[in-house]
């Protein structure tokens, strides 16, 4: 013998969803099959400009000084006097 159900209880979720409901699952199945996609993206975009846009010689610029800031204009060839 069944128990009846109270108007309290929940209801079972297959219950009330028929095949005209299945639409509401279809941002979920977006984002399950998009994610995975857009990480894999990501990762690889970014390793691909690590590896070709990154400085990795071991011949360094050497030190800037406190007057190399300060360009010495170039001397005229000719003198006027």
Known sequence: MAAKRDSTDL???GESLG???FWLFAPLIAI???MPLA???LTSAGL???AHHSDL?????G???FASRWVEP???EVFIR
């Open 48 to 50: 691909w400009f690590a």
């Open 11 to 13: 209801a079972d979720p």
């Open 19 to 21: 095949r005209s409901d």
């Open 39 to 41: 990480l894999v993206a």
């Open 74 to 76: 170039p001397k005229p």
């Open 63 to 65: 030190a800037d000084t």
């Open 57 to 61: 010689s071991v011949q360094r610029r």
């Open 32 to 34: 399950v099959v998009a």
